[in-house]
């Protein structure tokens, strides 16, 4: 029996674990549906005030997600949308009003585990990608490319499989993607650019959609997002094996099939559990399993102490990854909240309540704990166990 199996037969957590009580689904947060007009349109005295609106808004958001996401126990769509989020990148800090990030936030979690080639083409359209991007700027006669190099690079084909030529390309294709005066999509005919394109082999007078049909067409794209996928969820690559799942996905580019298809795997059943925990993979669950009552909004507030401010990833790469997590001030800061989690939880248990759940502790810490020696005490020992090395590892 391996050292973790005994640790979790030793009595620790109650089984009250294994059954959390779901509470009802978060609905989105009110200042959504208020009108939010441009700043231009607010008078200068009345700025400030509206911009702290927009900010208590936006911190509205985070809340409710995180709600989304204990609602949810964290379960692997919960865990999809993250991932999209930081695929498809936008922020709060450039994105106004709030509302449309949350409007965005709505299609990733529909997509989320759908049709990659459909969500790829409903995202391009998204108005707060639009806007982070500067697609709604992009226009016939002064082309940007911005938004058309991070289409390539970030979404589907990756670094090195395009040129430069490809991307002036492709702004030229989008060009009159743009917003009206409600923020929704519109393709403004007056400002495309109807010249005749090359890109990537394919020549006409291509538009927005016939881009991404070409990238979606080539297995670049599938190998790209299959390869993300799998060390999001495994670790290290293993080429051949990627490159298997790869053609299986630009068969119909179905996102449930392909996450299927990689914890089918003996290297995802076998996975040395060595990746650390994002801020959101380490709290959420940890809330989740110790039946925690505390507010939304103060988690929010501890990610984003711990460098995963939802919503607001700092640039268009999106939240850091690895070892990147582990700053000497991240994990000092990490290691606080978790033993602050675990002293309230300890607190909450009565005696008649010193039982421990062996599953429900191996699905929260699949690593082998790194201490050797736990305290007697149940309370003591759940502060240890979620301080030990190990929990920050998936």
Not at 150 to 175: C, I, N, P, R
Request: with cysteine.
């Amino acid at each position: 029996m391996s050292s973790l199996a005994t640790f979790l037969r030793g009595g620790c957590l109650p089984l009250i674990l294994l059954v959390v009580t779901s509470s009802a689904e978060a609905s989105p947060p009110a200042c959504i549906d208020r009108n939010w007009p441009p700043t231009g349109q607010i008078s200068p005295d009345k700025r400030v005030e509206y911009a702290k609106e927009i900010g208590r808004c936006n911190q509205d958001l985070k809340a409710a997600w995180v709600e989304e996401m204990r609602t949810d126990k964290f379960s692997e769509e919960s865990q999809m949308i993250i991932f999209w989020h930081n695929h498809f990148t936008s922020s709060v800090q450039k994105v106004r009003p709030p509302n449309l990030i949350w409007q965005q936030h709505e299609l990733i979690s529909r997509y989320a585990m759908g049709n990659f080639r459909v969500f790829l083409h409903a995202i391009a359209k998204d108005p707060a990608m639009l806007m982070y991007l500067d697609g709604n700027k992009n226009i016939r006669n002064a082309p940007n490319e911005n938004f058309a190099r991070e289409v390539l690079e970030l979404f589907t084909l990756g670094e090195g499989h395009y040129t430069e030529q490809d991307v002036k390309q492709a702004a030229k294709a989008f060009t009159g993607w743009q917003l009206n005066r409600q923020r929704q999509f519109v393709f403004n005919l007056k400002q495309h650019d109807d010249s005749d394109k090359t890109f990537m082999g394919h020549s006409g007078k291509l538009n927005g959609d016939d881009i991404l049909d070409i990238v979606l067409n080539n297995p670049e794209t599938a190998h790209f997002i299959t390869e993300k996928l799998w060390t999001y969820w495994v670790g290290k690559p293993a080429p051949q094996r990627v490159n298997q799942l790869a053609e299986g996905f630009y068969q119909n580019y179905e996102i449930a099939d392909l996450v299927d298809a990689i914890k089918a795997t003996d290297e995802y059943r076998n996975r040395p559990h060595n990746q650390v925990k994002s801020p959101v993979e380490l709290l959420i669950p940890t809330l989740v399993k110790t039946n925690s009552d505390l507010p939304s909004a103060t988690v929010a507030k501890q990610l984003r102490t711990l460098g995963q401010d939802l919503f607001n990833p700092p640039n268009v790469k999106g939240w850091p990854s690895g070892n990147d997590w582990l700053t000497s001030t991240y994990l000092i800061d990490r290691q606080k909240i978790l033993a602050a989690y675990g002293k309230q939880y300890g607190k909450r248990l009565s005696d008649q309540q010193q039982a421990c759940s062996t599953d429900a502790l191996a699905d929260l810490m699949p690593a082998i704990p790194l201490r050797k020696e736990f305290a007697s005490g149940c309370p003591q020992k759940i502060v240890q166990w979620l301080t030990d090395p190990s929990f920050q590892l998936k």
